[in-house]
């Protein structure tokens, strides 16, 4: 049987066990924390993301999940508005899910040939000519015809086979809560709680996970924030960090007031915003008689201006599965490791690119370049704000 060493199991190696274990592969899961766990947060999921999802056959459980995200434009702290919303657009409409959620959906999409070993942190990849590929953690190593590394932007087999590509700071920190519906402050019908807004240096995005009294769609309802600010992340307590962040926020438009006076210093989750630089030169290696690939923040970390970096895991995944599906090893398993890398790279490549003229957006700072910002805003719409959207459209899953 076709063995895969799958290495971390966040968003993107979940995904990726499951469809290798569902193709028929005899998939080990190793992961450095003593449990598998799901973030507190969530997560907005785009249409390439959820074409990803359905590609991958995990469709039902998201739809069991999602609550759908309406485009509430974008507006500037004074409440210009800089982008106006834009009616839904038939499959164009993102969603949004609970981390705890979706991670439940992964789980379950793992089934029972999934062999996980927790608490195991790999050091070192193995490749060498006429082997199969193998990691360790110093006391267990494990040899499979395909190493999937899915162990996050600080990837240690991706700093063995591409050490090209460094760790680097993006410049702002991100904090992120979901606010139960209980706590959830009560807002008029007239003042909906998704939406986006931008000004210098600080974007605030918010939504419902769910709907306040519901029983269906997300178990874990409430609304979702994230506050993006430029410079590094707060060294003080989370209770100083949200004083903080009420005065940074304060006199934004509501409910975004409203949402920080509901959170509590427990909810945040405060996080330094990194990338790679440059991009691995490539996603999959030969490596023996089997091959090496790189999947999801391990391969392409990047800020999260777009939300593109769980979708993109996903797409990943989805392409994996249908590369390697018929490959056994030896050449035909190295061609579709190649096959992976000639695939996703140009892919990722786009999405970063845009990601990174949002960080751009994002970081304007003095009052002449807000305004070029603004104007460059209101003209390019479409363009600029519309990417994420345009990046979803243009991906759908491999045959
Ligand atoms: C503020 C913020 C908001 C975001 N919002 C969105 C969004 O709305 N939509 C979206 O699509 N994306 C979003 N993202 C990006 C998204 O969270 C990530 O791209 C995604 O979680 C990456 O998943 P991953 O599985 O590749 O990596 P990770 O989630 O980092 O998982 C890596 C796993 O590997 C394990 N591991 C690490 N090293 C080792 C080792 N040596 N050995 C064994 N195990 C190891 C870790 O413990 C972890 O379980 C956001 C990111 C941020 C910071």
Do not use: K
């Amino acid at each position: 049987m076709r063995t895969a060493v799958v290495v971390g199991a966040g968003i993107g190696g979940l995904a990726a066990a499951g469809a290798l274990a569902r193709t028929g592969w005899q998939v080990t899961l190793l992961e450095r924390d003593d449990r598998v766990r799901a973030g507190r947060t969530a997560l907005v999921l785009w249409p390439n993301g959820i074409r990803a999802l359905r590609a991958l056959g995990l469709g039902d459980g998201l739809d069991a999940i999602a609550t759908a995200l309406p485009d509430m434009g974008v507006r500037r702290p004074d409440g210009h508005w800089l982008v106006q919303p834009r009616p839904a657009a038939g499959d164009r409409t993102p969603v949004v899910v609970h981390r705890e959620d979706l991670h439940d959906a992964l789980v379950a999409g793992l089934g029972d040939q999934v062999e996980i070993h927790t608490g195991v942190s790999v050091r070192s990849v193995r490749v060498g000519s006429g082997a199969r590929p193998a990691v360790s953690d110093g006391r267990l190593t494990v040899e499979a015809d395909l190493v999937v590394a899915a162990d996050g932007i600080d990837s240690a087999v991706r700093r063995r086979m591409a050490p090209e590509s460094t760790v680097v700071s993006s410049g702002c920190a991100a904090w992120r809560a979901v606010i139960p519906w209980y706590r959830a402050p009560r807002l008029p019908e007239d003042r909906p709680v998704s939406g986006e807004t931008l000004g210098a240096g600080y974007r605030f995005v918010a939504a419902s996970l769910g709907e306040r009294g519901s029983s269906g769609g997300s178990s874990r309802g409430g609304i979702y924030w994230v506050a993006t600010a430029a410079g590094a992340p707060r060294p003080e307590p989370p209770a100083t960090q949200l004083a903080l962040l009420r005065r940074w926020f304060a006199h934004w438009p509501a409910p975004i007031g409203d949402l920080l006076a509901a959170t509590e210093p427990d909810d945040l989750v405060q996080q330094e915003v990194r990338e790679l630089r440059p991009l691995p030169r490539a996603y999959g290696f030969a490596a023996g008689t089997g091959g090496v690939v790189l999947l999801g923040d391990a391969a392409h970390a990047m800020p999260h201006h777009l939300g593109q970096g769980a979708c993109l895991a996903f797409e990943d995944a989805a392409t994996l599965r249908s590369v390697v599906r018929e490959a056994v090893p030896g050449r035909p398993l190295q061609e579709a490791v190649e096959a992976y890398s000639r695939l996703r790279r140009p892919r990722t490549v786009t999405v970063v690119r845009q990601t990174r003229r949002m960080s751009a957006v994002l970081q304007t700072r003095g009052r002449l370049a807000l305004r070029a910002r603004d104007a460059a805003l209101g003209t390019i719409n479409p363009r600029l704000m519309g990417s994420a959207a345009t990046a979803a459209a243009q991906w759908n899953p491999p045959a």
